[in-house]
């Protein structure tokens, strides 16, 4: 069964029992409160919600350190939680705007582990492209991060680089995935499919946008692009295209990728053993503010980031009502 319960107001969250949440900005990378910047409950980022860390009356900033003195400017980026062996869960997020990867410890305490900062102008954070450990690594705006929980491997969306950056848990070093096969134009959203070594990228700058899938089990990895069916009232099969894809998460037991469609207002379901889309949630270019069963009722409003908690199944949804 899946139901709705929602909570919104501008940039806050809904959340449905499905279980995916989208990021509550929208498209414009410095959109958004910018006073607020903390993550609330459950790792998702929330500007009214009592946070887990940042300081919510500093503004914007780039700061390690106790929760209530942490500063950060996430923009869009987006959070996972993973766990090593014999370790409790910590929260890991790409600092969109201080172009870092970073996370919160289980106390609320925020910690930088890659991400270059000028130390002779205020520790201040700068943009570019370097692979290497710790704070010789330069990122341009991250905003998608998803691990392979069983090795540890974080995969990031380097979106103004037009990169795939993997971040290695267990030596804190940052590498560039190298790629062949069709380019990169701004990756947002990621999705590790480690049984397959498959990575799923939505890539909205790529015209309409498009979803991409790179194959790891060869070197370089190969990236092609996902063509997905749709079937009219005619039960005739069309190509499907995704306009600005954003966010993206996979079910993985049950092989279906789920995907924002941040200007046609829906959430999109797509199989993947037979690569039919449908609408999952959401009314095709029509937004508001509206829960509802079936999902068909419901309404976004520009639908950004997306993330799957599979166990539960169910989700919770920011956009910017």
């Not at 909570?7 to 959340?15: M, N, V, W």
């Not at 449905?16 to 609330?40: D, T």
């Not at 996972?80 to 790409?94: H, L, R």
């Not at 999952?280 to 950004?304: E, I, K, Q, V």
Request: with cysteine; hydrophobic share 40%.
């Amino acid at each position: 069964m899946i139901q709705a319960a929602s909570y919104c107001t501008r940039g806050r969250l809904f959340s449905f029992v499905v279980y995916a949440f989208l990021s509550l900005l929208c498209l414009h990378p410095l959109a958004g409160p910018r006073h607020h910047h903390h993550f609330g409950v459950n790792g998702i980022p929330d500007w009214w919600r009592v946070p887990i860390a940042g300081a919510p009356d500093y503004g914007t900033g780039y700061l390690d350190g106790a929760r209530e003195f942490a500063r950060m400017d996430v923009g869009q980026g987006q959070m996972v939680s993973y766990a090593a062996p014999g370790s409790p869960a910590y929260m890991y997020f790409c600092d969109q705007n201080n172009h870092a990867f970073r996370r919160i410890t289980p106390k609320g305490v925020v910690e930088t582990l890659a991400g270059y900062r000028d130390i002779n102008n205020n520790n201040a954070s700068v943009s570019g492209f370097e692979d290497g450990q710790g704070s010789a690594v330069k990122f341009y705006n991250p905003i998608g991060v998803d691990v392979d929980r069983s090795s540890g491997t974080f995969y990031i969306t380097d979106t103004w680089n037009n990169k795939i950056r993997i971040y290695d848990f267990w030596t804190n070093t940052v590498n560039t995935l190298s790629l062949v096969g069709v380019a990169l134009h701004l990756p947002w959203g990621i999705a590790v499919d480690a049984d397959n070594m498959v990575l799923y990228v939505s890539d909205p700058g790529d015209g309409t946008g498009q979803i991409k899938k790179i194959d790891m089990s060869s070197a370089p990895a190969l990236t092609i692009v996902l063509q997905f069916q749709h079937y009219d009232e005619n039960g005739d099969s069309l190509v499907y295209p995704v306009h600005q894809p954003l966010g993206i998460a996979l079910w993985s037991s049950h092989r279906v990728l789920f995907i924002s469609s941040y200007s046609r207002h829906v959430i999109y379901r797509v199989d993947l053993d037979s690569d039919v889309i449908s609408i999952h949630a959401g009314r095709l270019d029509m937004f508001g503010n509206s829960d509802g069963l079936p999902l068909s009722t419901s309404l976004f409003h520009f639908p950004a980031g997306l993330a799957l908690r599979e166990h539960a199944y169910s989700s919770s949804v920011g956009d910017n009502d």
